[in-house]
């Protein structure tokens, strides 16, 4: 049974670049069937996708993240990972990672638990 | 546009039928996706391509799409059914968008 565990530091100072991480366990990152995302959720708000990431290395960013936001993956430990730079309070939320399926329509069947980022100095 | 748009709450009676929206222009071409959300918890996947339920989710949870507006129907709701519900979906540049969610009530 695949499953996903983000983990990150839980609280940033303004301006740093905030890394997080999340680890595939039961499968494998370089499984061409599916991509990896990073999804967030503003206190009390809704759901912001991210970005993605192939086990290929290929990318898409969410238009209004672009250039803050990087993700990678390593397949050395079945992980991928997401960076964000220059964290602003705006950027505090529960991060999400989340296994995408699908050809042509796309569904995220499969959630992490999420993990808090608060952002102060 | 790639933006999708979903009534901010909606209420059912315990037992009764309701049907929650996501309305977008790339709904004309695209399938959406459906999760849901309980409070403190990670959304999980109820829908996907029209009509499709992973294992597991319950048949009362159905899918459809006409012209622009793809629907989630929940037949016979039940208290634990009570959740934020999101839609999903893509647009021509592939990217990925959430509509702003909806908050069901069971009375």
């Known amino acids: 049974q695949v499953q996903l565990q983000e983990s990150g530091p839980g609280l940033v100072k303004p301006s740093v670049t905030l890394s997080l991480s999340c680890t595939v366990s039961?499968?494998?990152?370089?499984?061409?069937?599916?991509?990896w995302t990073w999804i967030r959720q503003p206190p009390g708000k809704g759901l912001e996708w991210i970005g993605y990431?192939?086990?290929?290395?290929?990318?898409n960013y969410n238009p209004s993240l672009r250039g803050r936001v990087t993700i990678s993956v390593d397949t050395s430990k079945n992980q991928f990972s997401l960076r964000v730079t220059s964290v602003t309070a705006a950027d505090r939320a529960v991060y999400y990672c989340?296994?995408?399926?699908?050809?042509?329509?796309?569904?995220?069947?499969?959630w992490g638990r999420g993990t808090p980022v608060s952002v102060s100095s | 546009s790639s933006e999708l748009t979903q009534d901010p709450a909606v209420s059912v009676a315990l037992g009764q039928t309701v049907r929650i929206t996501c309305q977008g222009d790339?709904?004309?071409?695209?399938?959406a996706s459906w999760y849901q959300q309980r409070p403190g918890q990670a959304p999980v996947l109820l829908v996907y391509?029209?009509?499709n339920r992973p294992s597991g989710i319950p048949d009362r949870f159905s899918g459809s799409t006409s012209g622009n507006t793809a629907s989630l129907t929940i037949s016979g709701a039940q208290a634990e059914d009570e959740a934020d519900y999101y839609c999903?979906?893509?647009?021509?540049?592939?990217?990925?968008?959430f509509g702003g969610g909806t908050k069901l009530t069971v009375l």
């Open positions: 989340a296994r995408g399926s699908g050809s042509g329509n796309y569904h995220f069947d499969l």
């Open positions: 039961g499968g494998s990152v370089s499984n061409g069937a599916y991509y």
């Open positions: 990431i192939y086990g290929t290395g290929s990318t």
């Open positions: 790339s709904l004309r071409r695209y399938y």
């Open positions: 391509n029209q009509n």
């Open positions: 999903s979906s893509r647009d021509t540049s592939d990217n990925r968008v």
